[in-house]
């Protein structure tokens, strides 16, 4: 399994990020890229502890072991999987400075290694330990990448 931490699969994602222009058109879904772009900015912002999101502790508690627990299984993520509401984009980002923070947010994993993660605890699948972190933010980059074709 590739790693988000490891400085040549972090630098393959911010290639592929880098392959993307404004007018890349989604595979499958309703985002834009500019929305994909902000995004997965926020899954991130999530692990480094500056996006707090409030948990439904209904849906954690029956749900969140068992969604993590098929999450990090090695197949990637399938197409149309359900986002917290928090985390949809409705607005039309400005392409160039989404793009840019994201590929600033990716790339500290590679220089900061497991000190950027700030958050040990997921608002939906709870307790995370840094491997965990590390398997859920590569393949959530790498299914929306290959969203927009790249």
Not at 139 to 147: G, M
Request: proline share 5%; charged share 25%.
């Amino acid at each position: 399994m590739k790693s988000i931490f490891n400085p040549t699969d972090n630098h393959e994602i911010i290639d592929r990020i880098n392959q993307l222009s404004p007018i890349t058109l989604s595979q499958w879904g309703k985002m834009t890229v500019s929305q994909m772009l902000l995004h997965c900015q926020q899954i991130i912002k999530v692990a480094h502890g500056t996006l707090e999101l409030k948990p439904n502790k209904f849906l954690v508690f029956f749900f969140g072991k068992s969604a993590k627990k098929k999450l990090l299984e090695p197949q990637p993520f399938g197409k149309g999987m359900p986002t917290a509401k928090e985390l949809k984009v409705t607005h039309e980002p400005d392409f160039e400075t989404s793009k840019a923070e994201l590929i600033r947010l990716v790339e500290t994993f590679s220089k900061e290694g497991h000190d950027c993660i700030k958050n040990m605890k997921h608002p939906f699948f709870g307790e995370m330990t840094f491997e965990e972190w590390d398997i859920l933010q590569y393949k959530h980059l790498d299914h929306h990448l290959k969203q927009f074709g790249v």
